[in-house]
């Protein structure tokens, strides 16, 4: 069985709160309207078992029990937040050293073929620029803390 999402289980674990609120507000209501109509026989019950203070007390806790549940729902929302947070600095940290060892690879792969004369001196400088430009983005993305999920542009090497 798949676990629920952290709202859907705070709202099962309270839904509790929910019932004993509507029930409270219901007799609340009832209460009030045999007042006001001054039933005689439901007045003596509710004076003698004091019936509407427990009916107030337990609205009152109702109240309290719900904003509880508010504030734990936004702590929970809160933490869930931080937690994608960190895994998405872990994934970039991860983007980045895959970044590095790309360039370290490109960087050898050079090295030996200029040695062997595989590429002329045009080849080498394009690769060579083109793996700086790399650096500095990655030296870019590192300094402004870019989140990746809003990040769709394209870096301006000149400023």
Do not use: C
């Not at 400088?125 to 402004?144: A, D, F, H, P």
Request: without cysteine; hydrophobic residues 40%; neutral net charge.
């Amino acid at each position: 069985m798949d676990s629920l999402p952290p709202i859907t289980e705070t709202i099962q674990k309270y839904r509790i709160i929910y019932v004993g609120y509507v029930i409270s507000m219901g007799i609340f209501v009832v209460t009030s309207v045999f007042e006001v109509f001054d039933t005689p026989v439901f007045v003596n019950f509710l004076e003698k078992y004091n019936m509407d203070k427990i009916i107030f007390a337990t609205m009152l806790f109702s109240v309290f029990m719900i904003i509880y549940f508010v504030r734990e729902q936004e702590r929970m929302k809160y933490k869930q937040h931080l937690e994608e947070q960190k895994r998405v600095k872990e994934g970039i940290w991860l983007a980045e050293q895959e970044i590095r060892n790309q360039i370290i690879l490109i960087n050898q792969a050079t090295h030996i073929a200029e040695r062997k004369g595989e590429l002329d001196n045009d080849m080498i400088k394009i690769i060579r620029e083109n793996t700086r430009k790399m650096e500095k983005q990655l030296e870019m993305l590192q300094k402004t803390n870019v989140d990746p999920r809003h990040y769709n542009g394209i870096i301006d090497m000149n400023p």
